[in-house]
């Protein structure tokens, strides 16, 4: 198969998580066959610095003409005070939308040999398997009018949340389509006793489930989902909800299973005329600055997020278990980084990509 990748390795760590994720992602297409083109590009603050924008338009140029886009992360320490048009983050918030990535995925899944760098008890944690499927490209994030007026006693903040019917139809049918490769069970996320937003996502998605007769579907309002979360984790499956639930739901996610730095992230869009969904993958971790250029970022989330793309961009399921099995059998071989809290010394970045690749075979 043709797997034309577009790589944005981005700031601080993301240059260094990145590079072992495209070792793995060269020892995969070496090993079973697929012809394999890379291009890199830039993204964030080495994009501001090289051209005066963090999203430049070469690099949406070479994404609309890759298959997928692997990302490391943005964000220096240098620009936390600029305006918002020169922010690194600003190029996050515009490759999504250029790509039209609608649907973010976020696998939580808890590896036996790492329950306990969790903070929960072992048996509350112990087989959690989910996705959070967060809507990526709508809600309160997106909603006008949004802004800040007038002043003194009269200054007024207003955001609006905002959704349309197809686009809460399109991350539906993403969700269900994933749930039936899964164990079948859909758990739709709202708030629907007090906004009307939630009552029409809550409606659209039940009329959605009707063409997945298979898949169980059932509903839950935030509150109690981020309860549920920690209480009983192994109850989910699929997670399906807006933006800003998704956003708030899928950190907390995070810390069930350990260190941010072993998740990885899909977000997903149309599907392409090659047959390949446009993707864009990256580890949910940002650009760490405090331990950027040591050698020493667990690079397992960026290397997930290429089995991630292996299987949703392309469809290479067994690549993409392979790559799974690798990850978790350098946690259980105790080849960890400092995060991960080894026993004996921690091993390098390099060492970490280096040993999946051994894993992989
Ligand atoms: P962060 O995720 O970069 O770091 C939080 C903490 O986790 C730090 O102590 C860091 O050392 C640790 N950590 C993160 N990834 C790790 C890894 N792979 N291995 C080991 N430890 C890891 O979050 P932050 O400090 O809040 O943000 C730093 C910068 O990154 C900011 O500029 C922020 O805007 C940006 N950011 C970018 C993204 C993204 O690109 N998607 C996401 C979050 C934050």
Redo the contacts with the bound molecule.
């Keep these: 198969m043709d797997l034309n990748i577009l790589v944005l390795p981005?700031?601080?760590?993301?240059a260094e998580?990145t590079r072992e994720a495209v070792k793995v992602l060269e020892h995969v297409a070496a090993k079973w066959k697929h012809c394999l083109a890379i291009s890199e590009g830039l993204l964030?603050g080495i994009a501001i610095h090289r051209t005066g924008t963090p999203f430049p338009e070469e690099t949406a140029r070479l994404a609309a003409d890759a298959d997928a886009t692997l990302?490391?992360?943005?964000?220096?320490?240098e620009?936390?005070n600029a305006p918002p048009e020169k922010r690194?983050?600003k190029g996050?918030l515009g490759i999504r939308q250029a790509l039209g990535v609608y649907a973010n995925l976020r696998p939580v899944r808890a590896y036996a040999s790492q329950v306990e760098s969790s903070p929960l008890k072992n048996h509350l944690v112990e087989g959690t398997d989910m996705i959070i499927v967060r809507e990526l490209t709508g809600g309160i994030y997106y909603g006008t009018p949004r802004g800040i007026t007038g002043s003194g006693a009269e200054e007024r903040a207003v955001n609006t949340m905002t959704y349309t019917r197809p686009e809460i139809e399109r991350v539906t049918r993403m969700a269900f389509h994933l749930a039936r490769a899964r164990r079948k069970k859909v758990t739709s996320v709202d708030k629907s006793n007090v906004l009307e937003n939630s009552q029409l996502w809550r409606r659209v998605v039940v009329e959605i489930a009707k063409e997945f007769p298979d898949v169980q579907l059932d509903h839950l309002l935030v509150d109690n989902c981020a309860m549920q979360l920690v209480l009983n984790p192994k109850r989910f499956d699929i997670v399906l909800t807006e933006n800003m639930f998704g956003d708030i739901l899928s950190d907390e996610g995070a810390v069930l299973a350990g260190?941010?730095?072993?998740l990885p992230s899909a977000s997903i869009g149309d599907r392409r005329p090659s047959g390949a969904w446009v993707g864009l993958y990256?580890?949910?971790?940002?650009?760490?600055?405090?331990?950027a250029g040591q050698n020493?970022?667990?690079?397992?989330?960026?290397i997930g997020s290429v089995g991630a793309m292996l299987e949703y961009s392309f469809g290479l399921k067994e690549e993409a278990s392979a790559v799974d099995a690798a990850i978790e059998a350098v946690l259980a071989s105790g080849r960890l980084?400092?995060?991960l809290r080894p026993s004996g010394a921690p091993a390098t970045t390099e060492q970490v990509g280096s040993a999946v690749c051994a894993a992989i075979g």
């Design positions: 981005g700031d601080g760590i993301g998580v964030g990302m490391g992360a943005v964000g220096l320490p620009f936390d690194p983050e996050l260190s941010i730095g072993m990256e580890p949910v971790h940002g650009s760490a600055p405090d331990i020493k970022a667990n690079p397992l989330g960026a980084t400092a995060d």
